[in-house]
């Protein structure tokens, strides 16, 4: 591939953005989205608690719907979501909430670093791979930025937990969640375990994202599931908002395992 070059370092990157935003869906995709994006405004207009919570949950949709779809963007709305949350928990006092949120920004970064060197450009409606990057590196991240200004988006590389892995993630996710819920039910909690059981595999299910793991979908498939019950228990109309936002959550995860299964087949990932 012959890379172009752009005098305005600015408009290389405005033009890869748009294209890793913009480029390179289905046909299914192009509905898809849009339509959990028409869900989260509709939920968020409902349930609406100020202009700051709107854009971190408009962000948040964003974000999660862009790693369903492989796309390095997904990171720009995961900060801006997770900056904005984080100055919300600081303005409530919510201080767990800080304290996750702290690690939620960190791990922006973080994903950012461990993704950029492992992109492949995106496949055809066939399903194979209209072609390959270099190694994964220095050279892969030119490449990357090279196809995306010529206008070929790229997706990362998925990978697959060992089954030795799976049983570790079940062990830590166990003891962890009864450690915690053991603590939460000290200072109080009205339910120490299932808070500490959510805590947890959210922790898990982004550490396993940002290491291009495909399971971190089951994470959230689980946490979504357990999000709608929650919510299912508590009356009112902004709740009833709250149980159809999770049910999109369900559906871009549902679809994000499909797709990450689908690029995980496309190359090796290191």
């Known amino acids: 591939?012959?890379?172009?070059?752009?005098?305005?370092?600015?408009?290389?990157?405005t033009r890869?953005?748009?294209?890793?935003?913009?480029?390179g869906y289905t046909p299914f995709e192009?509905?898809?989205?849009?339509?959990?994006?028409?869900?989260?405004?509709?939920?968020?207009?409902?349930?609406?608690e100020g202009w700051m919570s709107f854009i971190v949950a408009l962000c948040g949709m964003a974000c999660v719907i862009l790693v369903g779809k492989g796309r390095l963007s997904n990171y720009f709305f995961g900060v801006i979501q997770n900056v904005?949350?984080?100055?919300?928990?600081?303005?409530?006092?919510?201080?767990?909430?800080?304290?996750?949120?702290v690690f939620y920004v960190l791990t922006q970064f973080w994903g950012l670093y461990?993704?950029?060197?492992?992109?492949?450009?995106?496949?055809?409606?066939?399903?194979?791979a209209s072609a390959t990057l270099p190694a994964p590196g220095k050279q892969g991240v030119t490449a990357a930025l090279d196809a995306e200004v010529a206008g070929q988006p790229v997706d990362v590389q998925t990978r697959r937990l060992t089954p030795t892995w799976i049983v570790f993630c079940l062990v830590l996710l166990a003891a962890a969640s009864w450690g915690y819920g053991a603590l939460l039910q000290g200072w109080g909690s009205n339910q120490p375990y299932v808070d500490a059981f959510t805590t947890v595999i959210a922790l898990i299910a982004q550490v396993l994202m940002?290491?291009?793991?495909?399971?971190?979908?089951?994470?959230?498939?689980?946490?979504?599931?357990?999000q709608i019950y929650l919510w299912s228990t508590v009356e009112g109309l902004g709740n009833t908002a709250m149980m159809a936002m999770y049910l999109g959550f369900i559906?871009?995860?549902?679809?994000?395992?499909y797709n990450w299964t689908r690029l995980s087949r496309t190359g090796a990932a290191s």
């Open 84 to 101: 904005f949350y984080l100055v919300l928990s600081l303005q409530a006092f919510f201080i767990g909430e800080v304290t996750i949120s």
């Open 251 to 257: 559906a871009n995860s549902a679809y994000g395992w």
């Open 16 to 23: 890869a953005v748009l294209t890793d935003l913009f480029s």
């Open 30 to 48: 192009k509905i898809f989205f849009p339509a959990l994006m028409l869900l989260q405004v509709i939920v968020s207009l409902v349930a609406f």
């Open 114 to 128: 461990t993704w950029r060197k492992n992109m492949q450009l995106s496949r055809t409606r066939s399903g194979a």
């Open 210 to 226: 940002v290491y291009r793991f495909r399971e971190q979908w089951v994470g959230w498939l689980v946490l979504n599931a357990v």
């Open 1 to 13: 591939m012959t890379a172009l070059t752009t005098p305005n370092p600015l408009a290389r990157v």
